[in-house]
């Protein structure tokens, strides 16, 4: 869980998990690990806000632009295909929002649950783990500390010893060497060198006798020691396994050349502008824009007689008071067009004969039935009798 740290090759054997003290390492790595997950929560926190300030700015941008592209003079397919580079944009920035979403909602989420369950504390001993690995490691290693702190005093006994009979050695020789000292004196000198060998041998012994007891207690004590570190590791291996799976399901919402959606977006994008057709283009200008336009060209415009605007209030006052009624009506001929304005006004064609029903009233309107039966008022300077 946590890095890897290099250590120097000269505290190799000090910093040896087997020496006392060390498994300290491997009971704060269950502190380690809670911390990376609060850790892996923030960072990815973070990029979800990175994914949603993403999201915003595509939408924005493509608002912006779309506005603006609307009022160009491009037309036809070239228009079609920058109006879809938008069109691909809002897609994306909705994705970008549900990767944002996903990664609080769910991934973060995923990870503070199991982290939950996963790290209970045990009160005012930090986390429980950590406190069962740290009291059976420290129970494992109490004898065998002990016996080591024994086996580096019978060793530094011996040193000493070693040290004393090679003073004593030295003084000897230049004792030897010295013809004015007193034969008396250089036996009492060669008693003292003779005294610091047997207590070295003496010590020698003890170190000997003491490093045996530690080397036979060794293999007891690693094979506890291991069966606890083992324990810490299935716990370690089940929390890099939820978190491998935690980063791949992170890596699935982010990694959008696999997604599918992203895919479509830049298909029917690709679609689009590989239809981009020049010559339909150009046929939509020439007919919208240039010579294939249609054109009212110049030519005699018939005086058409002016209308006044039907009193519908008068009109019906006039019907109230009796409006003569021509019983089977009168044909007359249509002299120009006339569309109706209101829902009671006729509409027809230069040269259509239909029946005037109701004499002219002084508005100049006259009621009529059409061929089809409809019924309704038209202005009468538009019509003439039929013979």
Request: hydrophobic share 30%; net charge neutral.
């Amino acid at each position: 869980m946590a890095n890897l740290p290099k250590e120097p090759a000269e505290d190799a054997k000090k910093q040896s998990f087997w020496m006392t003290g060390n498994y300290v390492r491997t009971v704060h790595r269950t502190e380690q690990s809670f911390q990376a997950c609060n850790d892996i929560v923030a960072c990815f926190t973070e990029r979800a806000k990175v994914e949603k300030q993403y999201a915003q700015q595509l939408s924005q941008w493509s608002s912006k632009w779309k506005t603006i592209v609307d009022s160009r003079p491009l037309y036809g397919s070239l228009m079609r295909a920058w109006q879809c580079f938008f069109t691909s944009t809002e897609r994306l920035s909705t994705l970008h929002s549900s990767i944002s979403q996903s990664l609080t909602a769910e991934e973060g989420k995923q990870v503070k649950t199991w982290q939950k369950e996963t790290f209970p504390k045990k009160i005012f001993c930090g986390f429980r783990e950590s406190y069962d690995n740290n009291t059976s490691f420290s129970r494992a290693q109490k004898p065998w500390s002990k016996k080591l702190i024994k086996l580096e005093k019978v060793r530094v006994a011996y040193h000493k010893s070693c040290q004393r009979e090679q003073a004593a050695v030295e003084k000897e020789k230049q004792a030897n060497e010295n013809t004015e000292m007193s034969p008396e004196k250089k036996q009492k000198i060669t008693e003292a060198r003779e005294k610091a060998r047997e207590e070295k041998e003496k010590n020698k012994e003890c170190y000997e006798k003491m490093l045996e007891d530690v080397t036979t207690y060794t293999p007891r004590y690693m094979e506890e020691m291991e069966a606890i570190f083992e324990q810490s590791q299935e716990e370690e291996k089940k929390r890099i396994d939820f978190l491998k799976e935690a980063f791949l399901s992170i890596h699935r919402h982010l990694d959008v050349t696999n997604n599918e959606s992203v895919k479509a977006v830049y298909s029917e994008l690709h679609q689009t502008l590989m239809s981009i057709d020049d010559q339909d283009d150009l046929k939509w200008w020439k007919n919208n824009r240039g010579p294939g336009m249609p054109t009212d060209w110049p030519k005699i415009e018939e005086w058409v007689p002016p209308v006044k605007k039907l009193n519908r209030k008068k009109r019906d006052q006039k019907r109230k008071e009796g409006q003569p009624v021509m019983i089977g009506g009168v044909k007359v001929r249509a002299l120009y067009d006339y569309a109706g304005e209101e829902g009671d006004e006729l509409s027809f064609k230069a040269g259509e004969v239909f029946l005037k029903v109701e004499e002219e009233d002084d508005q100049g309107w006259c009621r009529g039935v059409l061929s089809g039966g409809k019924e309704g008022f038209y202005p009468a300077n538009y019509v003439e009798l039929a013979e």
